[in-house]
């Protein structure tokens, strides 16, 4: 048997060996390409001749970029592969400068390299009307093309054909770009090519919120078409954004406005979005080794040691093979069980791959040059041993890295029955063509390094990569977020919106400014900062618009801007006003000063001091808001705030330690520019006193409610809901009446010469006023409101692996697993809640993701085994709280509460359940915000392994095919379709007992591995089952209670409600007579019924 298979394997290999056109490839010799003595021009010569031989030969003679494959038809050029290529040549001209007589090669080489570098900038700069497109809409059919003819740079495919939208690639370009005109390559030529540039940024810089397609240019990995968000990509665009911020493109002869920006809140963004999604690549790849190039060279955009570490080590746990690393488990690139007929994958198709996937070397020298820039030697040496056996040489003696090793087809059988037991073959012959490019460009580096030609400071120049003893000492980064605390004192400037409002604070010890007391210096919104920002990079040959209207972050206006002459400091958008009624509560305000001083700690890593304003209003101070205000106001007359130093002072003295921003591209522009709007002073009497008691205290509980009743006047004719609208006071009825005249006759309508909507509006401002929190919310949702911050905050939500619903409890839920905008957003939230009488909801709803975003940032262990931020249910759980409150009370109305209230009440439901409560609270608690326990999903997965005919619950079908061949166990999407199936349960407290059942199924059938369910589980017969039995118990015990006074301790005997299930549901879930005791039994009692299939080493059977 042993010697068919070695003559199958050598009649495989003569097979291999006759395909390979134009060369036949020896296993390398060593000694050929390498002598101890050897002097360095002939080292170096070497190297050119392996450079010239195997990649510049390819070069396009009119474009500069390289073929995807080296066979004469190819015509097909990869941006990315093109980029490694030109960085194959700059590292050996990097070697060339250090000997003096060069002949030329060094100008060459690095010509090379510009050529092929402007070879892409003039692809990318046809298609500038895409990039325009992109800024405005990011979507998959309007981004740059990522493949172009070699000799033309025409565009080769459409967007149906080809998936172009490759965030990463586009990332890689302006990385290499600024590291080789760092190191003194000229790139860049005009300032049209600047301002391309610089749009090229602005498209980057939403990296954390455009799912794409990624290195593979697949997508979801069951290569089904759709776009997901890849860390390979967040990360390269991180590592982008901080190399080119405030970077010259002209490098040492260039000017001012040859400088590019970037949003640092974007970059931050970035930052906290790849920390989140690490260690995965994605929500269906658990592991990739497209994450090597992020965490490593080139990019190294993992700050956190530990966070690199974990991810490097889950790539080579998961994905290192003996002849590289597998891309992504179950990766049917190319197998022989992949249909090449076919674009895309059927479900249930990737299990073909199990086991067979293609692998790499080139990963193999990835991990190479990560040993070199951070000197472990003992990396370098085994990732060099592992690939010296499967590199080849050609005739000339040059040695070929194979793109893939592969399993033929008569072995691949063998190969899925045991992993690794079958030998694999090299791609070079065939369609690929001679040489695979981009592993020689990186195969050329590693070396460079091995040898010490070069050192990682000649190849990274910006310093991508920082040891962590020199972290302290790099002023080029500003995002270094490395162990070291920061310990930033903040600057604060306290501004008075009047003179009147400054003498009256003095009273009380506070010293301020106002607006004109600052001046030269001038003060203004983040607004008009934006459209300063708007005239960045237009170009009009090239249609370009300039920046986009996104709003200017924190740790932008965190610094001193120098804009046509004049001196001007931004106050934070938290103090803008407006439209939206969170803006009306001072204690949300408080709290977003205190959540905004926190995030510039912890983020600010320039080398001046941030300088924060804090804006006062009058209006901040009026009746009971006058407190709370003072109170922090005292806080930073002291010097700390929620843990943060500050440090208050006049403006003109904290100015001298800012950081400050030229906006010298506004003097191009100057004459189109219309005059910026700073914040100017109330003119207000000079001897006049502030009136603190211009606003209410809290309104009661009955101010909030109408005097009408709703019902009786939705048939009533238009005329007399008019009338009533005019004649009543009460601001609770003229909201309801409204809402009925607005569905009933639309928003044009007039009511005695009044627009409809304007009366509304004057009912929102009167109700804020006054602080009738129920009456505002109806209003605003009535006008249909939306919040400033919408969008971010669901992103902030999702990029921590979580998905969002929106749609009242009870119905119809919105699922969100990708960023929207806010237009999008705002219409999910109004048609899934209006319609259903949620009208106050629809705004809540907002309240809450605003809220959520926020908490998710700064304490996600609040949300941990909550997949599905489900935010109707969550708002079910606030009501259950207020119920749990008030006892046998009625219960506080919810959209009563204040904005700050909701987000404290929100704070407290997420909190773990108190212990003092009853099962049924906490199960109802739970339920709503639809936690699970921890390695719940993976449970299922065993259970579902189990299971052949699959898991029922609430009418809808989890089947094991195509689950377990589509998807594996670590799998995000498995969780996430879990969830999807449990959704289906109407009852928190149901869903709760739903999840404890399916623990104790995982339970038993880890504990008997013999056994294995026949049929279809059916949860809910199964919890009826166990109710049953529970009935039965709790009978017997009450009539034994009554006979014998003497009651069970271990069960609690409320009276059963009408459904009969409240008292299950508050038993406890453990010990005797506990749910899961139950619960057992009805599982166990299936199992001994039958619904079982033993094992064929059943220690019990008897043959």
């Known amino acids: 048997m042993a010697s068919l298979v070695d003559v199958g394997w050598k009649l495989l290999e003569f097979k291999a060996r006759s395909k390979r056109s134009g060369s036949i490839y020896e296993p390398l010799k060593l000694s050929s390409l390498h002598r101890e003595d050897e002097p360095l021009w002939e080292k170096l010569d070497r190297y050119y001749n392996a450079v010239k031989t195997t990649i510049l030969n390819y070069q396009s003679p009119t474009t500069g970029l390289f073929p995807v494959k080296t066979c004469s038809e190819c015509k097909e050029a990869k941006v990315r592969d093109s980029l490694y290529c030109a960085a194959g040549a700059w590292a050996l001209a990097m070697a060339y400068r250090r000997i003096d007589d060069n002949m030329g090669r060094t100008h060459e080489l690095e010509h090379s390299a510009i050529k092929c570098m402007r070879g892409i900038l003039y692809c990318y700069m046809r298609q500038a009307d895409k990039v325009e497109q992109f800024k405005q809409d990011p979507s998959p059919s309007k981004c740059l093309h990522s493949v172009f003819d070699v000799d033309t740079g025409d565009e080769v495919h459409s967007y149906s054909d080809y998936h172009h939208l490759q965030i990463d690639a586009v990332s890689l370009f302006l990385l290499y770009l600024v590291e080789m005109i760092c190191s003194g390559l000229q790139i860049i030529y005009n300032t049209d090519e600047v301002s391309f540039i610089q749009n090229l940024v602005f498209c980057v810089e939403r990296a954390y919120r455009v799912p794409d397609y990624g290195m593979w240019e697949r997508g979801s990995k069951y290569n089904n078409g759709s776009t997901e968000l890849h860390s390979s990509s967040v990360g390269l665009a991180k590592a982008a954004l901080e190399a080119i911020n405030g970077f010259n493109l002209f490098g040492n002869q260039g000017c001012s406005w040859s400088v590019i920006f970037v949003d640092l809140d974007a970059h931050n963004r970035n930052r906290q979005t790849l920390c989140s999604l690490l260690p995965r690549e994605s929500r269906s790849h658990n592991t990739d080794a497209a994450l090597l190039p992020t965490i490593s060279y080139p990019a190294f955009a993992v700050d956190d040691d530990a966070l690199y570490s974990q991810t490097l080590d889950k790539i080579v746990r998961k994905l290192r093979g003996k002849y590289g690393f597998k891309r992504f488990i179950r990766d049917g690139y190319r197998t022989t069980n992949e249909d090449k007929d076919r674009r895309y994958y059927k479900p249930a198709e990737m299990k073909l791959f199990d086991g067979i996937e293609y692998e790499f070397p080139i990963f193999f020298i990835y991990m190479m040059i990560d040993g070199v820039f951070r000197g472990n030697k003992a990396q370098v040496k085994e990732y060099q041993e592992l690939l010296d056996p499967i590199i080849f040489q050609s005739y000339e003696g040059h040695a070929v890295v194979p793109k893939y090793y592969y399993v033929p087809a008569d072995f691949v059988e063998a190969e899925q029955n045991k992993h690794g037991s079958q030998k694999r073959f090299p791609s070079n012959s065939g369609r690929d063509g001679k040489v695979f490019l981009w592993g020689q460009a990186l195969y050329n580096i590693a070396k460079l390094l091995v040898d010490e030609l070069i050192s990682p400071k000649d190849i990274d120049p910006i310093h991508r990569y920082v040891p962590r003893q020199d972290q302290r000492n790099v002023s080029m980064r500003y995002s270094n977020q490395g162990p070291i605390v920061n310990d930033v004192v903040i600057h604060v400037a306290l501004i008075a919106e009047s003179q009147r409002l400054q003498v009256f604070l003095n009273t009380y010890g506070i010293q301020t400014q106002t607006p004109q007391q600052v001046e030269p210096i001038q003060i203004w919104p983040q607004k008009e900062l934006v459209k300063a920002y708007r005239f960045l990079a237009i170009n009009k040959k090239l ?59 912890q983020c600010w890593k320039m080398q001046g001091r941030p300088l924060f304003l804090v804006l006062i209003r009058e209006d901040n101070i009026k009746g009971s808001r006058f407190n709370p205000v003072l109170d922090m106001l005292a806080s930073f007359k002291k010097g700390n705030i929620g843990g943060v130093k500050v440090h208050v002072d ?115 401002r009167r109700a804020g006023s006054r602080k009738l929190w129920s009456v505002v919310r109806l209003a605003a949702s009535l006008l249909t409101k939306l919040v400033d911050s919408l969008a971010p905050s669901i992103t902030s939500v999702l990029v921590h692996g979580k998905q969002v619903t929106l749609g009242l409890f009870g119905h119809e839920e919105e699922v969100i697993s990708n960023p929207l905008s806010p237009g999008v957003i705002q219409g999910i939230i109004y048609s899934k809640c209006s319609p259903h009488g949620g009208e106050r ?109 699959g898991i029922r619950v609430a009418g809808t079908h989890l089947p094991q095919q195509p689950t377990l061949s589509d998807m594996t166990m670590y799998e995000m999407n498995f969780s996430l379709l879990v969830e999807d199936k449990l959704k289906k349960i109407v009852l928190p407290e149901y869903r709760q007992i739903i999840v404890e059942l399916l623990m104790v199924v995982s339970i038993l059938l880890e504990r008997n591995p013999e056994l294995e369910f026949s049929d279809q589980v059916d949860l809910d017969i ?31 005997l409320l009276p059963l409600s009408q459904d009969g299930m409240e008292a299950f549901y508050n038993t406890p879930p453990v010990g005797k007579r506990s749910t899961s005791s139950y619960l057992t039994k009805a599982v166990m009692i299936q199992l001994l019924q039958g619904d079982v299939k033993p094992c064929k080493d059943d220690p019990c059977s008897v043959s």
């Open 1022 to 1052: 199964l919890v009826k089952e166990a109710f049953s039995d529970f009935q039965k118990d709790h009978s017997s015990l009450e009539g034994k209670e009554k006979q014998e006074c003497d009651p069970s301790p271990s069960l609690p």
């Open 650 to 764: 006049r403006l003109q003295t904290l100015i001298s330690g800012a950081v400050v921003e030229q906006l010298d591209f506004l003097r191009v522009n100057e004459a189109e520019i219309s005059e910026f709007k700073s914040f100017e002073e109330l003119e207000l009497p000079k001897h006049s006193k502030v009136k603190r008691q211009m606003s209410t205290p809290n309104a009661s509980d009955l101010e909030q409610q109408p005097e009408i009743s709703v019902e009786e006047w939705l048939d009533k004719p238009t005329n007399e809901i008019i009338q009533k609208f005019h004649d009543s006071n009460c601001l609770a009825s003229q909201a309801q009446l409204a809402g009925i005249l607005l569905r009933r006759e639309g928003p044009d309508f007039l009511t005695k010469d009044e627009n409809l909507m304007d009366e509304l509006e004057r009912i929102y």
């Open 543 to 601: 249609g370009l618009s300039g920046r986009p209207e996104r709003p200017v972050g924190c740790i932008g206006t965190c610094k001193i801007y120098r804009i046509l002459g004049k001196t001007v400091v931004c106050y934070p958008i938290v103090f803008d006003l407006s439209d939206f009624y969170l803006s009306q509560d001072v204690m949300l305000l408080i709290d977003d000063i205190t959540n905004a001083l926190q995030f510039i700690k």
């Open 841 to 949: 909801e629809a705004v809540l709803q907002q309240e809450l993701v605003i809220h959520i975003g926020w908490i998710i940032s700064n304490n996600p262990e609040l949300f941990s085994g909550m997949l599905k931020i489900r935010v109707g249910w969550i708002v079910q759980a606030m009501k259950h709280e207020l119920k749990i409150r008030a006892g046998d009370m009625p219960p506080q109305d919810i959209y009563q509460l204040s904005p700050s209230d909701i987000k404290q009440l929100l704070l407290d439901v997420l909190q773990p359940q108190n212990t003092g409560r009853s099962w049924l609270n906490r199960r109802q608690i739970d339920g709503s915000l639809n936690r699970t326990p921890l390695g719940f999903y993976d449970r299922v997965w065993q259970i579902l392994e189990r299971t052949p005919n």
